[in-house]
């Protein structure tokens, strides 16, 4: 018997391995995204995930290639998962705020969404359902669908832009980088004291708004678009227990 069939043989003859009990572990990719916004995208890695789901880090290069790819799914995911509240028959202005103001809280509770849209990752597939949504409601208004989109896009670009700010204001305020304020006098410390002088005589107060007031701008845009339409904006009502917008009592 030659070499080969007797190590066929002594194969043949060995005891075959005990079954597997139970199904392997399966997750889809619906799991694998749930389970990284959980976690959040800004640090999320595959192995993260793994833990979580209780399989093994291979699994899920069934579903996803890489880390790159899961965030842009989950960033698609987060983005679709948005929907317009309920104006209830309130004035356009209140649909558009409350939008504006859905797409800021979206993109300052993940920094990761506005990484992927400056690298092109984020792009309008990650929108049209969202779009289709909102023209439908603000039309409903006595938009045009071409007004409409300019509103939408308008806000989008205001919303990203305080987000990105609002992200950098609390970068500042954890430590993790150097202080606004500080920065602000370093900066003036090393130029010539005849320079800037209108910058001088700000108060660093003046350069570290809090979040918050992007609201302003926004109202300040819808404004715009109501005077385009022949319209004034109605007041502002301030919830319960706060001042009015425009610091003075209503009455």
Request: aromatic content about 6%.
């Amino acid at each position: 018997m030659s070499a080969f069939a007797a190590r066929a043989t002594a194969s043949r003859n060995k005891p075959s391995a005990a079954p597997r009990v139970g199904r392997p572990p399966r997750v889809d990719t619906q799991a694998i995204i749930a389970a990284a916004l959980e976690i959040g995208l800004e640090k999320v890695t595959l192995k993260q995930i793994a833990d979580r789901l209780g399989v093994a880090q291979a699994t899920l290069y069934r579903q996803v290639h890489n880390r790159d790819e899961l965030v842009r799914l989950a960033a698609f995911q987060l983005t679709l998962s948005r929907r317009l509240p309920d104006d209830a028959g309130a004035h356009w202005s209140v649909l558009a705020t409350r939008y504006a103001e859905t797409l800021y809280e979206s993109f300052v509770a993940e920094p990761q969404l506005i990484n992927e849209l400056l690298r092109g990752r984020l792009g309008p597939d990650a929108e049209i359902d969202v779009i289709d949504q909102f023209l439908g409601r603000i039309c409903a208004h006595g938009f045009s669908l071409a007004e409409g989109a300019q509103l939408f896009h308008a806000m989008g670009t205001l919303a990203i832009g305080a987000a990105a700010g609002a992200i950098a204001h609390a970068a500042s305020r954890s430590g993790e980088v150097t202080p606004w304020d500080v920065s602000l006098r370093r900066a003036l410390a090393e130029r010539d004291r005849d320079e800037l002088p209108r910058v001088r005589q700000l108060t660093p107060q003046a350069f570290d708004l809090e979040p918050s007031q992007w609201l302003l701008a926004l109202r300040a845009l819808l404004a715009g678009f109501a005077a385009a339409r022949g319209e004034t904006l109605p007041p502002v009502t301030p919830p319960d227990n706060a001042a009015p917008i425009n610091g003075r009592d209503a009455g």
